[in-house]
């Protein structure tokens, strides 16, 4: 205990209190973002928006989140813009030694067994992202496999990720899965895919401020990946 003062009369005592304190270490970051895919007949879809924000604050607006890692497959990262790219880079190597090593190109289900597997080793300290992949299968069908953050995955006709999940999953839902409409249910089209892709982002814009500025779509067939890119809201 001590005792001071700050001008003549003034006596203050001063009594340390002794508290826990609180040593935090939380390397993680959300840079927010929304990404989707949908699976066809003979095509896939992956559609991903371009803004990375922290916060209230906007870094950039055009990050992409969605990477062609061959002619058959794509895959679309939200979460950590840090770990989604060490996490990319990763797959790439491995997909170029696999390429050295066995003459060919990995097929979409064997990425997508290997992805897996480097989330499932980063498990105590997981790489903090939202995957989808998305491609063509062995028959040439559209496939789409989800994942969360520790290697878990299945396989689904679409899926939707990331800051506007919660608005544009059961559009989906609906749109794509005709959940609890099984008399209505038909197999869609591209240009039908490709217009309720467009339409869910052009609709979350308007509530997620996470999602915006530009879109890209990446659109698997077996002719190859296209790219297409589309405006959204700036604001």
């Known amino acids: 205990m001590s005792v001071f003062s700050t001008y003549p009369g003034q006596v203050i005592v001063d009594n340390p209190v002794s508290v826990p304190i609180e040593h935090r270490f939380d390397p993680y970051v959300d840079n927010g973002g929304t990404l989707l895919s949908i699976s066809g007949e003979d095509f ?29 497959t794509v895959i679309s990262m939200g979460g950590c813009y840090a770990d989604c790219l060490t996490l990319t880079k990763k797959i790439q ?9 066995h003459g060919k190109t990995m097929s979409t289900a064997a990425v997508a067994q290997m992805l897996s597997i480097m989330l499932y080793q980063k498990r105590f300290f997981p790489f903090y992202s939202w995957c989808i992949l998305g491609g063509l299968d062995e028959e ?73 500025d530009y879109l890209e779509i990446f659109v698997i067939t077996s002719k190859g990946v296209e790219v297409q890119k589309m405006d959204l809201k700036k604001d």
């Open 140 to 212: 040439g069908k559209g496939a789409v496999y989800t994942y969360d953050p520790v290697g878990s995955y299945e396989r689904e006709s679409c899926r939707c990720a990331g800051s506007a999940s919660s608005l544009i999953q059961p559009f989906l839902d609906n749109q794509i899965g005709f959940k609890n409409q099984e008399s209505n249910k038909t197999k869609l089209s591209l240009d039908q895919v490709l217009r309720i892709t467009k339409d869910s982002f052009t609709s979350a814009t308007e509530r997620d401020i996470y999602t915006g």
């Open 93 to 101: 190597q491995s997909m170029e030694w696999y390429q050295h090593a």
């Open 44 to 72: 896939c879809v992956v559609a991903a928006d371009t803004r990375q924000s922290e916060g209230y604050s906007i870094n950039s607006r055009y990050v992409p989140k969605s990477v062609k890692l061959s002619n058959k």
